[in-house]
């Protein structure tokens, strides 16, 4: 269900048409996603901290952390960019889906930043290695970022066709 939720995320941006216009600061953050995000942390201190940790441990964890960061509009930070480029590194000698997961979270980031071509440049790589996957999710939530970038790039059709692909 959260694929849908991020998938529908980017929609009612575009929609709405405000994408642009939104605030670069954190909202407050609630109890709730405060303690996701410093059990999140933790887990990827831990994962560090363990002599033999797997490579798929730090995925998870790295994933995670990431996902938090966005629901908590923290995409602008450090700490995400640092995210971003561990994820890109474990995922580099990656199979095409996981690598593709990496590039369109890397495009979320620089869509937050307003760094549209770069993030054109990262969810078009990530779709490219996606096809013919046979991920519907993994695809949709690609379609979704990207969809966002092309509205961001005042490229409205192709946005919305993104989008409704998507869905």
Partial sequence: MGWLRQALSPLAIAIVGVASA????????????????????ESLATVDAG???????????????????????Q????????????????????????????????????YSRRRVADAALAAERALALQRGAGDDVADAS????LGVVRALQAKFGDGATLLEDAI
């Fill in 22 to 41: 939104l605030p670069t600061t954190a909202l407050a953050l609630s109890d709730s996603l405060a303690q996701r995000l410093a059990s999140a942390r």
């Fill in 51 to 73: 002599n033999a940790s797997s490579r798929d441990a730090q995925i998870r964890a790295v994933e995670r952390l990431f996902d938090l960061l966005d629901e908590a509009e």
């Fill in 75 to 110: 995409l602008e930070t450090a700490e995400a960019q640092n995210v971003i480029e561990r994820d890109l590194a474990l995922r580099a000698d990656d199979g095409s889906i996981g690598r593709a997961s990496a590039l369109e979270r890397q495009a979320r980031l620089l």
């Fill in 142 to 145: 690609i379609r979704a970022t």
